[in-house]
């Protein structure tokens, strides 16, 4: 049903169920690592529940998927670490005519239009890795944006995260550790072989095989990573965020090489065309494009809302899955 011909009593009922199932498809994804729904599906019903909370916002709850990061961790044995600062998600869209409009705001936020940094949206999970003094010392999960797991043995285990910057800086910087798509493919052989249930896919995997309590196991799965954000863009002597890629490598972090300043977005068209061709070509996953405000001053004017930067939007790739019926949920996509 259009959302403008709903009674506030259907509306309150939809957008209730719709929290209720997304919070229980976000459990299964984020806590268990092994969801229920493909994202597509879960991409439809958080959109349609978007639009729902903005027609209604007298149905907005606290504990709405819209206004939290994530999942609870409440099943979680690992430790518990609290993020010095909100560790995001990222709003997303599904067209290019959506894009448009994100820069219209942007644009007008700031007051004049700013560069961006494009960059390919890894399909992994987010990592903090804390340097003192050049040396990593500790190493947590998103989690739910302001608590996160002490992943810290795990992560030292990952090859491409160096123990050792090449310079004595403290800093805290952010990042996607994913799992190789050779590398999923190996471990899904063998745990078909071993009668044990495959990971959905390389994302899924990456999270099961990080969020060990034993680091052997991580060790025992090719991870890799790769770094694009520090909220201390000053211990770096940077002022963009193109800028601070570069000196994320000189540091010896890993960084995807793919990124692109562009001066206006109508250049994003050939960066999309060209990675969605290539992307069965990469060696990892990528489920769309990020697209980044470049002057870090221009990001902090923007600011954040409580769950996503507004200096930053997601272009999601459409579906690659065949797709698949879900039952139960049929009558709201
Ligand atoms: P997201 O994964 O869509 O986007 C935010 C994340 O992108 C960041 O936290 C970061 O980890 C990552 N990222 C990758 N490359 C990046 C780059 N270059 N720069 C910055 N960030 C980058 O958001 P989310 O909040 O983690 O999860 C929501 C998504 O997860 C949904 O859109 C859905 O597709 C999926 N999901 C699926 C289910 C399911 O049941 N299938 C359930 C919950 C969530």
């Given at each position: 049903?259009?959302?403008?011909?709903?009674?506030?009593?259907?509306?309150?009922?939809?957008?209730?169920?719709?929290?209720?199932?997304?919070?229980?498809?976000?459990?299964?994804?984020?806590?268990?690592?092994?969801?229920?729904?493909?994202?597509?599906?879960?991409?439809?019903?958080?959109?349609?529940?978007?639009?729902?909370?903005?027609?209604?916002?007298?149905?907005?709850?606290?504990?709405?998927?819209?206004?939290?990061?994530?999942?609870?961790?409440?099943?979680?044995?690992?430790?518990?670490?609290?993020?010095?600062?909100?560790?995001?998600?990222?709003?997303?869209?599904?067209?290019?005519?959506?894009?448009?409009?994100?820069?219209?705001?942007?644009?007008?936020?700031?007051?004049?239009?700013?560069p961006y940094n494009l960059?390919?949206?890894?399909?992994?999970?987010?990592?903090?890795?804390?340097?003192?003094?050049?040396?990593?010392?500790?190493?947590?999960?998103?989690?739910?944006?302001?608590?996160?797991?002490?992943?810290?043995?795990?992560?030292?285990?990952?090859?491409?995260?160096?123990?050792?910057?090449?310079?004595?800086?403290?800093?805290?910087?952010?990042?996607?550790?994913?799992?190789?798509?050779?590398?999923?493919?190996?471990?899904?052989?063998?745990?078909?072989?071993?009668?044990?249930?495959?990971?959905?896919?390389?994302?899924?995997?990456?999270?099961?095989?990080?969020?060990?309590?034993?680091?052997?196991?991580?060790?025992?799965?090719?991870?890799?990573?790769?770094?694009?954000?520090?909220?201390?863009?000053?211990?770096?002597?940077?002022?963009?965020?193109?800028?601070?890629?570069?000196?994320?490598?000189?540091?010896?972090?890993?960084?995807?090489?793919?990124?692109?300043?562009?001066?206006?977005?109508?250049?994003?068209?050939?960066?999309?065309?060209?990675?969605?061709?290539?992307?069965?070509?990469?060696?990892?996953?990528?489920?769309?494009?990020?697209v980044k405000v470049n002057?870090?001053?221009?990001?902090?004017?923007?600011?954040?809302?409580?769950?996503?930067?507004?200096?930053?939007?997601?272009?999601?790739?459409?579906?690659?899955?065949?797709?698949?019926?879900?039952?139960?949920?049929?009558?709201?996509?």
């Open positions: 049903t259009p959302i403008e011909q709903l009674t506030s009593q259907a509306a309150q009922q939809e957008t209730a169920a719709l929290q209720a199932d997304l919070i229980k498809y976000g459990v299964a994804y984020y806590e268990q690592d092994a969801p229920l729904v493909e994202d597509y599906v879960y991409d439809a019903l958080y959109a349609r529940l978007v639009a729902l909370e903005a027609a209604f916002p007298q149905y907005v709850t606290q504990d709405s998927p819209t206004q939290n990061v994530g999942g609870a961790l409440t099943k979680s044995e690992l430790a518990k670490v609290t993020h010095p600062a909100p560790m995001l998600s990222l709003g997303d869209v599904f067209s290019l005519d959506e894009l448009v409009a994100w820069d219209a705001r942007t644009t007008k936020g700031l007051g004049f239009q700013s960059e390919l949206k890894i399909d992994g999970l987010a990592v903090a890795l804390t340097y003192v003094d050049g040396r990593l010392v500790q190493a947590s999960t998103r989690g739910n944006g302001t608590i996160g797991e002490d992943v810290t043995r795990n992560v030292k285990t990952i090859r491409a995260i160096p123990q050792q910057l090449t310079e004595p800086l403290t800093i805290e910087v952010r990042g996607e550790i994913y799992m190789p798509k050779q590398s999923f493919a190996t471990l899904n052989a063998q745990r078909e072989a071993d009668g044990l249930e495959p990971f959905a896919n390389p994302r899924n995997a990456a999270a099961g095989s990080l969020r060990q309590l034993n680091a052997q196991v991580t060790k025992q799965r090719e991870l890799s990573a790769f770094v694009y954000y520090t909220a201390e863009p000053d211990v770096l002597g940077v002022t963009t965020q193109s800028d601070a890629l570069r000196r994320f490598a000189e540091l010896g972090l890993p960084t995807d090489t793919h990124n692109q300043v562009i001066d206006q977005m109508a250049d994003i068209t050939d960066f999309i065309s060209t990675y969605t061709a290539q992307r069965d070509a990469l060696a990892y996953g990528i489920d769309g494009v990020v002057a870090l001053d221009d990001q902090v004017e923007l600011g954040n809302t409580v769950k996503i930067p507004r200096w930053a939007i997601a272009y999601k790739f459409p579906p690659e899955e065949a797709l698949t019926v879900v039952r139960d949920i049929e009558w709201t996509v």
